[in-house]
C-alpha cells in the first residue's frame, strides 16, 4: 500500500500554477500579489467540471473558479461582503462559509437553510464581516467537497494582533480521489474496512506474543474478536485510494512558502480533506501556535499538531538557517503523506522526513476506565507522593484526574432528548472520560511535543461569562460492520430537530461511543471548549470527539433561525447530523 501511495504521489501532476500567496494584514506583512487570491468587497465565484491531473491518472473534478483549491477569499473585518455563486455543474450546488457568523439565510446547508443553486444559477450571498481570521468555505451538496469545492478564507482584523509576523502563508490540507465518491461510499457500505490494510495477521499476532507474552497476546485478541473490532480500525479511508494534496498540490510538485532567514513566518494551516486527519509538523523548527479555528489563544509552542477535518491552526515559525524546511503532513493512520518547502529559494526543496510507525487502537479508545484496571494488592494504586512534612502531594497525574473530575462534577439540569439502541448502535463506551490532554492515537509516546486541546487557552478572559442554562447530551452512535452512523442511535431522517431557546447559555455534552474521531461542528454558533480553565475558554467551531472520550462545551445562543449541526467527516455526516432550530 505504501508503495502505491509513493508512486502515486511521484507521478501525479498538479492542476494550479503557482499557489504560494502572502496575505497583506494590515501593515504587519508585505503582501505578494498572486493569481489564487481575492480580495475586496464583491466576488464572482463559479462552480463547475474541470479535468485534472492529480495522482497520475486523468479525472474530472468539481471546481471553484477552475482551481484546486479554489481560490482564497480575503475579507476585512467590518465591511460587507457580496458574493455572486454561479452554478455550472448539471446537478444541484451550494456554499457554506465553514465558522463565519451570519445570518442563517446565508449559511448555505440545502434542506436547512435555502433550496440550493439549481444548474444554471446564480445565488447571491451577502453578510457583514463580524469577526476576524483563518476559515474556509466548501460545498454543502451531495459529495461535492470531496471532489473539489473549497478553498480557504482570510479575515483581516479591524485592530492590530498581539503577534507580529513578516510574511503570511495559507496551507491548505486535503484529500483527493479519482474513484467517484458514491463508489467510495458503496463500497464502505458493503465492507466498512475496504480501505483499511492495517489489519490483525498472523504476523501481527507474534508480534504482539514477542512484546506481551502468549497470554496477554491471546486475551487481547480474543477481546477484540468478541466485539467484533479491529485495533488498526483508525480511519474509514487511506492512501490507498487517497492523493494527499498542499494548496492543490501532490507531492510531485511541492507547494512552497518562501522566507528570508531570521523572518518570522505565519502559517495558517486549514484541513479541507473529506475524511482525512493529519498530523503536522516541521522538523527542525518549533511552531508557535497563536490561533484556533480563526480565534487567537494564548500562544503555546510545539513540534507537532494533530488537526481534525475543518479546524484550522494559526502556527508562527522563524527559520534561523538558510535552508528548505518540510512542511510535513502524514494521515493519522500513517498510510501516506504531503510535504511542502518552507524555503529561501524556490528552486530548492525539502526532503520530507520517514512516517511514523502505523498506530493501533487500545483500551483508552474503547472507552474503558484504564486507572480503574490497574490493581495493586487488591487496590487501586494511589497516584500520589509524600513531601517532606509528611502532607500527601498530589503528582502531575493526579492533578490532571481532579481536573477533569471537576468538569464531571458541574451539574446543570439535563434535558432529556431520544434516545435509541439497536441496529443504529452496536458500539458503547462503558466508562468515557475527559482527555483533552490526550494527543490521540499514534502520537501518545511521541518524543515531540504535541499540541492537545488542554494546551489552549483564550487569549482573553472569560471568567465573567454566563454559566449554563441548562444541559443536552449527544451520543455519538453507530454500527461499523453495517456503515451507519448516528446520534443518540437515531439516523438524521429519523430525528427530531434539537430545540435551542434565543438567548440561553447551553451546555453541550459528547459521548462518543465509537471507535473513530469525529469532528462535530455548529453553525452559526461559537463553541467555548471547556478544558478545566474556566478563565480561558476556548472558541472553537469544530471540536474533536476523540474514540470513546466524552468532551463538552458552552454555547451562547444568539442568532435565531435554522443550523446544521453534524460530524464533518463526509461519509459519516448523512446520519450523524441534526438540524437546529432557534427561537
Request: hydrophobic share 35%; proline share 4%; glycine share 8%.
Amino acid at each position: 500500500m505504501r508503495r502505491r501511495t509513493f508512486v502515486k504521489g511521484v507521478a501525479a501532476t498538479s492542476l494550479l500554477g503557482l499557489t504560494t500567496s502572502t496575505i497583506e494584514a494590515k501593515s504587519q506583512t508585505k503582501p505578494i500579489s498572486n493569481s489564487n487570491t481575492l480580495k475586496g468587497k464583491e466576488f464572482f465565484l463559479e462552480i463547475n467540471y474541470t479535468k485534472v491531473n492529480l495522482s497520475g491518472e486523468d479525472a474530472i473534478a468539481t471546481t471553484v473558479n477552475g482551481q484546486i483549491s479554489g481560490p482564497t477569499l480575503v475579507w476585512q473585518e467590518g465591511e460587507t461582503v457580496t458574493l455572486h455563486v454561479t452554478n455550472k455543474l448539471k446537478v444541484s450546488s451550494s456554499i457554506h462559509w465553514h465558522g463565519i457568523i451570519l445570518p442563517y439565510e446565508m449559511d448555505g446547508v440545502p434542506g436547512i437553510t435555502f433550496d440550493g443553486i439549481d444548474p444554471g444559477t446564480t445565488f447571491t450571498y451577502t453578510f457583514k464581516v463580524k469577526q476576524h481570521g483563518t476559515y474556509w468555505y466548501h460545498s454543502h451538496s451531495g459529495f461535492q467537497e470531496q471532489t473539489g469545492v473549497y478553498g480557504a478564507i482570510v479575515i483581516l482584523p479591524k485592530k492590530r494582533e498581539p503577534f507580529s509576523y513578516d510574511r503570511d502563508y495559507v496551507v491548505q490540507l486535503s484529500d483527493w480521489s479519482d474513484e467517484n465518491p458514491n463508489t467510495i461510499y458503496k463500497k464502505l457500505k458493503t465492507m466498512s474496512d475496504y480501505y483499511n490494510f492495517s489489519q490483525r495477521t498472523v504476523g501481527t499476532f507474534i508480534d504482539e506474543v514477542k512484546s506481551k507474552g502468549l497470554s496477554k497476546a491471546f486475551s487481547d485478541r480474543k477481546m477484540w474478536n468478541q466485539m467484533r473490532m479491529n485495533d488498526g480500525d483508525i480511519a474509514d479511508v487511506s492512501g490507498y485510494t487517497y492523493t494527499y494534496l498542499m494548496n492543490g498540490q501532490a507531492n510531485s510538485r511541492q507547494f512552497t512558502a518562501l522566507f528570508k532567514k531570521g523572518e518570522k513566518i505565519r502559517l495558517r494551516f486549514v484541513n479541507s480533506a473529506a475524511m482525512t486527519f493529519f498530523d503536522v509538523r516541521i522538523p527542525g523548527l518549533k511552531m508557535t501556535v497563536v490561533a484556533a479555528d480563526g480565534n487567537h489563544v494564548k500562544p503555546v509552542s510545539v513540534d507537532e499538531f494533530r488537526i481534525g477535518v475543518a479546524e484550522t491552526y494559526d502556527v508562527i515559525v522563524q527559520p534561523k538557517t538558510n535552508k528548505a524546511y518540510a512542511l510535513f503532513a502524514q494521515s493519522m493512520e500513517r498510510s501516506g503523506y504531503v510535504v511542502g518547502s518552507l524555503t529561501p529559494d524556490a528552486s530548492r526543496l525539502a526532503t520530507a522526513p520517514k512516517m511514523d510507525a502505523v498506530p493501533v487502537l487500545n483500551m483508552t479508545d474503547m472507552g474503558m476506565d484504564m486507572g480503574a484496571m490497574k490493581m495493586k494488592d487488591g487496590k487501586k494504586e494511589q497516584s500520589a507522593m509524600k513531601c517532606s512534612g509528611g502532607m500527601a502531594m498530589p503528582s502531575k497525574k493526579s492533578m490532571k484526574k481532579y481536573k477533569w473530575q471537576a468538569m464531571e462534577d458541574q451539574n446543570y439540569p439535563i434535558t432529556p432528548l431520544p434516545m435509541a439502541r439497536g441496529v443504529q448502535t452496536t458500539m458503547m463506551a462503558m466508562s468515557p472520560k475527559y482527555r483533552l490532554d490526550d494527543p490521540g492515537v499514534g502520537l501518545r509516546h511521541s518524543k515531540r511535543k504535541v499540541l492537545t486541546y488542554a494546551d489552549l487557552k483564550n487569549r482573553y478572559s472569560t471568567k465573567h461569562d454566563k454559566k449554563p442554562d441548562r444541559e443536552i447530551v449527544l451520543h455519538l452512535t453507530g454500527n461499523m460492520e453495517r456503515y451507519m452512523w448516528s446520534i443518540n442511535g437515531i439516523k438524521y431522517t429519523d430525528s427530531q430537530p434539537l430545540q435551542f431557546h434565543y438567548g440561553e447559555r447551553l451546555r453541550i455534552t459528547f459521548i462518543n461511543d465509537t471507535m473513530m474521531n469525529h469532528p462535530m461542528h455548529l453553525h452559526g454558533l461559537w463553541s467555548d471548549l471547556e478544558t478545566g480553565d474556566d478563565n480561558h475558554l476556548v472558541r472553537k467551531h469544530t471540536v474533536i470527539v476523540q474514540p470513546g472520550s466524552k468532551i463538552s462545551y458552552r454555547v451562547t445562543v444568539d442568532a435565531k433561525g435554522y443550523w446544521a449541526y453534524h460530524c464533518h467527516m463526509l461519509y459519516h455526516m448523512g446520519g450523524m447530523f441534526r438540524k437546529v432550530i432557534v427561537s
